[in-house]
């Protein structure tokens, strides 16, 4: 099932339903409503949904709606993985609000983000490596595995508080059938690493937890020789929930159109399961290109097997 993402027109509307029409104009009725969804928009989308029954909403994206007081995408206005209790507790409650929205949205669906660790992201001596043609090379190995050593260490304590915030958040999911899906990250120094998601996987149940793949993301690891992008997938792919879809143009500049960049979308084979699959697309890119280029990606994925 293939899905679009609000992130690419909710900050330009302030009519709901004006931003559902917007997308169903692309030619899609699966709507992901991402972490830029103000309390304002709320009655027009409901409007829009009421209007429309071929539209229903596929998915939302933490946190959904924003908190009072937040006018713009703001998916890591708390965190989950906070040394402070309280950071924690509002983190919590604004993702049980969410849960709260996708109930009345009737879907099952919410993309996380769990925090970061306090660092330096180690990737500009990573990228320096890659410009100087080093990407492939036992000197950039080494770096990489410096990078992956550092980070572990340092993410101890953060990835510890994460996985109490999960603990709450799962119950609550279990409490209301829905599933959480913890979203791949694009930098080091955000949660989870590769380790730490097999962690959290083996940790709770799989019925109210999964892996939500973002194909920019990992891309983004992949370019730095952090990770294979295929072979991610494929470890993962057994608690896959979703994705989202998008390219990278090196270095980092991702949301683009698939196709755009250097992901290996014909060897990410697990996408083809029947699973919400949400193109990420930055506002940048104009909406008259987009029915053409995303229906043909469409039309060249969805034929391949499982």
Same mark, same amino acid.
């Given at each position: 099932?293939?899905?679009?993402?609000?992130?690419?027109?909710?900050?330009?509307?302030?009519?709901?339903?004006?931003?559902?029409?917007?997308?169903?104009?692309?030619?899609?009725?699966?709507?992901?409503?991402?972490?830029?969804?103000?309390?304002?928009?709320?009655?027009?989308?409901?409007?829009?949904?009421?209007?429309?029954?071929?539209?229903?909403?596929?998915?939302?994206?933490?946190?959904?709606?924003?908190?009072?007081?937040?006018?713009?995408?703001?998916?890591?206005?708390?965190?989950?993985?906070?040394?402070?209790?309280?950071?924690?507790?509002?983190?919590?409650?604004?993702?049980?609000?969410?849960?709260?929205?996708?109930?009345?949205?009737?879907?099952?669906?919410?993309? /996380?983000?769990?925090?970061?660790?306090?660092?330096?992201?180690?990737?500009?001596?990573? =990228?320096?490596?890659?410009?100087?043609?080093?990407?492939?090379?036992?000197?950039?190995?080494?770096?990489?595995?410096?990078?992956?050593?550092?980070?572990?260490?340092?993410?101890?304590?953060?990835?510890?508080?994460?996985?109490?915030?999960?603990?709450?958040?799962?119950?609550?999911?279990? /409490?209301?059938?829905?599933?959480?899906?913890?979203?791949?990250?694009?930098?080091?120094?955000?949660?989870?690493?590769?380790?730490?998601?097999?962690?959290?996987?083996?940790?709770?149940?799989?019925?109210?937890?999964?892996?939500?793949?973002?194909?920019?993301?990992?891309? =983004?690891?992949?370019?730095?020789?952090?990770?294979?992008?295929?072979?991610? /997938?494929?470890?993962?792919?057994?608690?896959?929930?979703?994705?989202?879809?998008?390219?990278?143009?090196?270095?980092?500049?991702?949301?683009?159109?698939?196709?755009?960049?250097?992901?290996?979308?014909?060897?990410?084979?697990?996408?083809?399961?029947?699973?919400?699959?949400?193109?990420?697309?930055?506002?940048?890119?104009?909406?008259?290109?987009?029915?053409?280029?995303?229906?043909?990606?469409?039309?060249?994925?969805?034929?391949?097997?499982?």
């Amino acid at each position: 099932m293939f899905a679009f993402s609000t992130c690419w027109n909710s900050d330009r509307h302030i009519d709901g339903a004006a931003m559902l029409r917007e997308i169903a104009g692309l030619g899609f009725t699966n709507i992901e409503l991402s972490h830029g969804i103000r309390v304002s928009l709320i009655e027009g989308i409901q409007k829009a949904l009421e209007k429309d029954p071929r539209l229903r909403v596929s998915s939302l994206h933490n946190y959904c709606p924003l908190p009072v007081g937040y006018i713009r995408s703001a998916p890591n206005v708390y965190d989950l993985s906070s040394e402070r209790s309280s950071e924690r507790a509002k983190a919590v409650r604004a993702t049980i609000a969410t849960m709260d929205f996708a109930e009345k949205m009737e879907t099952r669906h919410i993309v /996380l983000h769990l925090g970061g660790v306090r660092m330096k992201d180690p990737v500009e001596p990573l =990228m320096a490596s890659v410009a100087a043609g080093r990407r492939d090379t036992p000197e950039h190995r080494a770096l990489v595995e410096r990078a992956r050593r550092h980070r572990d260490v340092r993410g101890r304590g953060a990835f510890a508080h994460a996985m109490k915030s999960l603990a709450a958040l799962v119950e609550e999911a279990r /409490l209301r059938n829905l599933v959480l899906g913890v979203e791949s990250r694009a930098r080091l120094d955000e949660i989870p690493s590769e380790s730490e998601m097999e962690r959290l996987l083996a940790e709770f149940p799989p019925e109210h937890l999964g892996y939500w793949h973002d194909t920019g993301h990992v891309q =983004m690891w992949e370019n730095l020789g952090l990770a294979d992008h295929a072979a991610w /997938l494929k470890k993962f792919q057994g608690r896959l929930v979703g994705a989202h879809l998008h390219d990278v143009i090196w270095p980092e500049h991702d949301h683009q159109l698939p196709g755009d960049g250097s992901a290996p979308f014909d060897r990410l084979t697990a996408l083809r399961a029947d699973l919400p699959k949400v193109f990420e697309i930055h506002p940048g890119i104009p909406g008259e290109v987009l029915p053409g280029r995303l229906g043909s990606f469409m039309k060249k994925l969805a034929p391949l097997p499982p």
